[in-house]
């Protein structure tokens, strides 16, 4: 072999890994926000025309794995997310009940707020947050021992600390049978609350205000 | 055993210099088509392509082709999931490797500007990755597929070619997997090496 064939073979060597390091592909993601995601579901088959009243506790529900879990998660934008999700009801036509009288009649929805302060790997939605919300008077009657019935198949998910979640139940549409209140509408932020990044309060309001515009079967009034 | 290797790479080194073997090395650059658009819109700016090409009769050369292709886009849109939706930023990417028998039909053989023609067939591997939030999915199918392509050899001395061509790939459908294609503009070089 020549020296210029030994030359060349080295150069073309040389290139060839440079060329194929130069294909692969870096991701195009760059900041925290991109990664936000924002889960919507729902029962087709639930008429959200026919109804028209909602209450919602005035608290966002830390879950915990356990008891004596640690909190970690802050309470600085509660009150930002409450009044987003209030706003968002309020700009599809549905009235809010504000004081829970039991000489009233009862609302026909009610909505919960609640954010995971731990990791959840491996669930279709939100496990053991149900008895969270057991002592609230908005219930009317209680119904011990009933947990959430959900819209949709299982499929295998994971949450990350600080996803948001918005529960959409039918207090009056109880099933005696299966013993669960039906959840007629459920929306998911992932990872929203993880961080305290400037511009949580922005993030945090067009993500609540993403959850609603992709349901616009929420607005058939 | 030495003596039949030595026979063996002499009579490489003598054919080549009759047959002028052909070694080719090209960026690519992808324009996505058909059902490969409606993943990705934007054109592939990263790709790469190694090329043997042996003449066998006169103008008539076979070869061996193998190629990597990228596609990637980042878009934000809301995707329709079982009973509810889902939104969020998406980075999708297609990686194509492309690995074909070629056939090249190369128009005077002799001078330095050589038009050619030609076609490959083989397989293509072909990974579609989607990315949302956090979460990413992946799929990676074995099509079969053709490529037609026409192009030039331009000599620049020193044994080197200048190497240009635009192939049309076609990747059929494979199984579950819908079909893919995308036309490949290359510019690179070619020696005639050995």
New interface residues.
């Given amino acids: 072999m020549h020296h210029q064939q030994i030359l060349k073979l080295l150069i073309w060597g040389a290139l060839l890994p440079l060329m194929l390091i130069g294909c692969y592909p870096d991701g195009g993601l760059e900041s925290i926000e991109d990664y936000d995601i924002v889960v919507t579901r729902y029962n087709p088959a639930y008429n959200f025309g026919g109804v028209k009243t909602y209450a919602m506790p005035d608290t966002v529900m830390h879950v915990l794995i356990d008891s004596t879990a640690d909190d970690l998660l802050t309470r600085e934008y509660d009150q930002v997310i409450l009044d987003q999700v209030a706003a968002n009801m309020q700009r599809l036509g549905y009235q809010r009940i504000e004081v829970i009288d039991p000489a009233d009649p009862e609302p026909d929805l009610v909505l919960l707020v609640f954010a995971s302060a731990t990791k959840w790997q491996g669930y279709t939605w939100y496990p053991g947050w149900w008895g969270y919300w057991g002592y609230w008077p908005g219930w009317g009657p209680g119904y011990p021992g009933y947990g959430p019935g959900y819209p949709g198949a299982v499929v295998p998910y994971s949450y990350t600390t600080g996803s948001l979640f918005i529960e959409m139940v039918d207090a009056n549409n109880v099933d005696d049978d299966l013993k669960s209140i039906p959840v007629e509408w459920a929306g998911g932020i992932n990872g929203l609350m993880g961080s305290t990044s400037a511009g949580m309060r922005s993030r945090i309001t067009s993500r609540i205000d993403q959850a609603f515009n992709q349901s616009p079967y929420l607005g058939s009034k | 055993m030495k003596h039949i290797q030595t026979v063996i790479l002499f009579s490489m080194l003598t054919a080549s210099v009759f047959a002028q073997d052909l ?1 080719n ?1 090209h ?1 690519q650059i992808s324009l996505p088509m058909g059902d490969t658009k409606e993943y990705i819109e934007e054109t592939g700016f ?3 392509g ?1 090329e043997w090409r042996k003449q066998v009769d006169g103008p008539f050369s076979a070869g061996l082709s193998f190629n ?1 292709n ?1 596609f ?3 878009r934000t849109e ?1 995707a329709e ?9 998406q ?1 999708r ?1 297609i ?1 194509a490797f492309p690995m074909l028998v070629t056939g090249h039909y190369t128009f005077s053989p002799k001078s330095d500007f050589r038009p050619f023609a030609g076609m490959g067939m083989g397989a293509y591997l072909i990974e579609e990755k989607l ?5 990413s999915i992946s799929d990676s199918n074995w099509h079969f597929g053709l490529a037609p392509e026409i192009g030039f050899l331009y000599s620049i001395g ?3 070619n200048l190497f240009v061509s635009v192939r049309y790939n076609y990747a059929l459908e494979a199984g579950d997997a819908g079909s893919h294609s995308y036309i490949g503009l290359n510019i690179g070089f070619a ?1 005639e ?2």
């Fill in positions: 070694f090395l960026y990263r790709g790469v190694l990597w990228v990637n886009e980042v809301v999931i079982d009973r509810g939706h889902v939104s969020g930023t980075n990417t990686n990315g949302i939030g956090i979460y020193f044994n080197t020696s090496l050995f």
